[in-house]
């Protein structure tokens, strides 16, 4: 059983446009949620994470919102740039655990 | 050396092989994992190491052996490997503070082919 799921494995979008990523988990218990970013023959690098106390977090082009009674959040980024074409997987964990349960990964193609 | 860094980044072996990664991080943190990632699933947590202790081992096969000698160093021992076992291995690292939201930075993996 999936408690984290990316349902879209790619999206393309044109420079300059909003990109929308998604996510969605089933556990309750979870209360920190992450954004990683991968591109080819690299480590994920972390990009912007989400406690379960706010709805929303910002750090520059990247925005994550949080519906906790949706069980939801998505990842924004404005405007998206041909940099930003990369796998992005989401995260979640819950407080006391060392354990992160990850998402499949939504290929994002940003078009010039 | 900065974040974490993982060697070998490319590693083919037979199954009667046995073979070690290693990760290292120059983060001053002091809890350190391994993951696998298979081809089109998400990453799967194998172990934690917090304070060179183990604190989470999540049901892997004893052919892979994990040595945590320190808190910067993270190995990751493999004998006798089954060609189903061909992955990407990643290493991360977090401050350890206790597993309370804490953020994972990663290596950049070792690519494990068994034939």
């Known amino acids: 059983d999936q408690q984290v799921k990316q349902n879209s494995p790619s999206l393309s979008v044109q420079e300059g446009r909003i990109s929308i990523l998604n996510c969605d988990y089933t556990?309750?218990?979870?209360?920190?949620f992450l954004w990683y970013k991968k591109y080819p023959a690299e480590g994920p690098t972390f990009l912007i994470s989400?406690?379960?106390?706010?709805d929303k977090n910002e750090d520059g082009r990247f925005t994550v919102f949080l519906n906790k009674s949706a069980k939801h959040l998505s990842l924004h980024i404005v405007p998206s740039q041909p940099g930003d074409s990369a796998v992005y997987f989401c995260?979640?964990?819950?407080?006391?655990?060392?354990?992160?349960?990850f998402g499949t990964g939504t290929r994002l193609k940003v078009l010039a | 050396e900065t974040g974490v860094t993982q060697t070998p980044r490319h590693l083919v072996m037979g199954m009667t092989n046995k073979k070690s990664l290693k990760c290292e991080q120059h983060?001053?943190?002091?809890?350190m994992y391994w993951y696998k990632q298979s081809a089109k699933k998400p990453l799967e947590l194998m172990f934690v190491?917090?304070?060179?202790?183990?604190?989470e081992n999540n049901s892997v096969p004893s052919r892979f052996s994990p040595e945590c000698p320190n808190s910067s160093h993270l190995f990751l021992h493999l004998h006798t490997l089954q060609p189903e076992d061909s992955a990407l291995y990643l290493c991360?690292?977090?401050?350890?503070?206790?597993?309370?939201?804490?953020?994972?930075?990663f290596g950049p993996g070792t690519r494990l082919l068994v034939l």
């Open positions: 991360a690292s977090s401050q350890g503070r206790a597993g309370f939201q804490e953020t994972q930075y």
């Open positions: 556990n309750s218990m979870f209360d920190y």
């Open positions: 989400i406690s379960s106390i706010k």
């Open positions: 995260a979640a964990s819950t407080s006391g655990t060392y354990k992160y349960i």
């Open positions: 983060l001053g943190h002091n809890a």
């Open positions: 190491y917090s304070l060179e202790e183990r604190v």
